[in-house]
């Protein structure tokens, strides 16, 4: 008769198969991982929640130095020092805007130059997207609101098939990555697009609606994430789903409740304090997808 270990590390209980049986149905999986009961799978949850926002909190992002973007342009797209230090000032100036960004609005640099030094600056590879065709497996991979809120986009996947491709504006975030490597249970390879490209390439392959950040339900604390993460539990394990999953991803929670024949997504939004919200989230945007420090 197979027997099933409990998932929980301070459990000890084993279920055999003529316990579920009496039960009449075995709890859902939580990342694949099978547990003793609704109770244990419910502790875990709460466990592996306080371990992911303590690990975003921390932004323990590997730091490591890399050139200026205004230096490489300075290099590559030969922009003088007198160019860049106007873009700064407009930059400090109206406290918006990346460097980039102003070189690109005066005129000194174009699009594909910023991405070019972009991708000088993290190491990572290019790609062209102005021809790109959708890939409906790999958009499938990554909800609509997953991508807006990263400034990705899914292209495919490598030969293998083992790895998605994305195309980023800026590397996503070390810990957002990860996060998203475990939902979509596959490696993530990320090149650096034009972010004009990424923008009209979401738009093609996603609706409005998958795009629309702006009805999604919000937490502020980590209790109220505890709180909300339950309820979908409660819920899942009602609605027999086989697995779950849950991250944190940049400032939203994503859940995925795997059924026999599809998956539901489902997410919530960071908004620690109810002052300015609306430019908070802004910048943080801007911020994550474009990258500090520029
Ligand atoms: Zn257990």
Redesign the pocket.
């Known amino acids: 008769m197979p027997k099933y270990q409990?998932?929980?590390k301070e459990?000890?209980?084993i279920r055999s198969e003529f316990s579920i049986f009496l039960n009449r149905r075995r709890p859902p999986q939580y990342e694949g991982h099978a547990?003793?009961?609704d109770?244990?799978l419910q502790m875990h949850f709460e466990e592996e929640l306080r371990e992911k926002w303590r690990r975003l909190q921390k932004d323990s992002d590997p730091k490591i130095p890399r050139p200026k973007l205004g230096t490489i342009l300075m290099q590559t797209a030969f922009i003088t020092r007198d160019q860049l230090d106007e873009a700064i000032k407009l930059q400090n100036q109206t406290r918006e805007g990346r460097i980039g960004e102003w070189l690109q609005r005066l005129g000194f640099v174009e699009e594909h130059q910023i991405t070019e030094a972009l991708a000088q600056q993290y190491g990572l590879p290019l790609i062209n997207l102005h021809n790109s065709d959708a890939n409906a497996d790999a958009v499938r991979m990554i909800p609509g609101k997953v991508a807006k809120c990263s400034g990705l986009v899914p292209v495919g996947f490598d030969d293998s098939q083992t790895a998605l491709q994305i195309a980023v504006t800026a590397p996503v975030n070390f810990h957002s990555q990860e996060a998203i490597r475990r939902m979509v249970r596959k490696g993530i390879v990320a090149y650096i697009g034009d972010e004009s490209a990424i923008d009209k390439l979401l738009r093609k392959l996603y609706e409005p609606e998958d795009l629309d950040l702006s009805n999604v339900p919000t937490f502020r604390s980590l209790e109220d994430l505890t709180e909300l993460g339950n309820e979908m539990i409660a819920s899942a394990i009602n609605n027999r789903a086989q697995d779950i999953r849950a991250e944190l991803v940049q400032d939203f929670f994503w859940m995925r409740l795997d059924y026999p024949t599809q998956s539901h997504h489902h997410f919530f939004r960071y908004l620690p304090t109810p002052v300015q919200v609306r430019d908070l989230v802004e910048e943080k945007e801007r911020t994550v997808r474009y990258g500090v420090g520029s």
């Open positions: 409990c998932h929980r459990c000890n209980r547990f003793c009961s109770s244990c």
